[in-house]
């Protein structure tokens, strides 16, 4: 008689291997969980500032089209991409979230026993789609100034290398390149090795010392691709919805071959069509964070003089703040829910004394700054 097998037995070894992405937990569980009153999501690096009004009024609208299947060319969303970023439609690329671009890319490009470098810390999806086509990832950590250490960028980029991909500014820590830094880092990859630059969190960077990623790639002989999404700054995470800008025609519609046909459903190409015209919501939410989040980084230096805990905070570009505790960041973590605040414990080796914190609105981060100073004084 033949031996039953388990669907475990008959995957692939890549995949009986891959962690699983830390996706958090949502308010309701924790609620349920710890049976809170109040609870506070600086998790997920969501805009708590919501998104701009004009998408209700679009989605209202488009509630009697539901039952057809969602465009799946994306043609008014491709228009308005196009019209704000200057990148022509045909080489424009669309996803259930930038994470379904990040997959498409790797069903594309990698085959096993490919080499992939991104950074350390990483956003977990960098090496886990590249994991699951059975590619080894190695990952450059950041520098003692939690920034990108470009002399071993350098170093690792000598070597043959399929697919360079990482995030700037960078989650979790929050370091960007500014375009001498990019320009190294680009002039320095092999020319067969396609470059993917995530800018997840570009928008916040807005003012500070950051590169212009689209000039700096123009004038590259090889394939890129610049990853942006509508689920922070534009406030729509919920609905899914990313976009890649390519080097070329042939390269966006290389990944189209890989991806499912209907991917982007109607709502999302309708909200974003309306989030990305209101460039007006997008400038309030980008200073909003910019405020807040310079204000919690001078209370955590403030609590930090007082107590002396040897907490150390990542300067940051984005909407968020990487934190090193000192201490273990789950029990710190779990700490924090039980006061009602819900935090990322980073479990990544190396890097598991920190933890990541979204910038919230003002009484989002109070509620997170007064949780922090009772756990990190032991009151828990
Ligand atoms: C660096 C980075 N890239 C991509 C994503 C995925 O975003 P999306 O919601 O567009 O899939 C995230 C989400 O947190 C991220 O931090």
Known sequence: MAIKKSALDLCRSEVRSLPIYNAGISEEVARARYQLTRVTKLAS??????TSAAVSVELAKSLGDIYRYPDPNCTALREQIERNTGVARSRIVL??????????LCKALLVPGDRVLTLAPSFGLHE???????????KIPVNAAFAYDLPAWCAALSRPVKLVMFSTPSNPVGCALNDVGLQVLVDASPLDAVLVIDEAYFEYAEGGDYADSLKVLSS???????????????????????YGLASDADFASL????????NVNTFAQVAAVAALRDLKHLKAVVSATVYER?????QLVALEAMHGYGMRIAPSLGNFLFIDVRRPSSNVATALMQNGVIVKPWLEAGFQTFIRVTVGRREDNQ??????????????
């Not at 690096?45 to 919501?50: A, C, D």
């Not at 002989?221 to 610049?226: D, E, G, H, N």
């Not at 990944?255 to 209907?262: I, N």
């Open 128 to 138: 886990i789609f590249p994991l699951m086509m059975g590619a080894t990832v190695e």
């Open 294 to 298: 310079a204000d919690l980084m001078r």
């Open 220 to 242: 590259q002989p090889r394939p890129w691709i610049v990853l942006r999404t509508l689920s922070k700054a534009y406030g729509l995470a919920g609905l899914r919805i990313g």
């Open 255 to 262: 990944l189209d071959r890989v991806r499912t046909p209907f």
């Open 367 to 380: 509620h997170f700054l007064e949780a922090l100073a009772k756990v990190m004084h032991g009151g828990q």
């Open 45 to 50: 690096n969501e805009n708590p500032f919501g």
């Open 95 to 104: 996803g259930n979230g930038s994470e379904d671009i990040i997959e498409m």
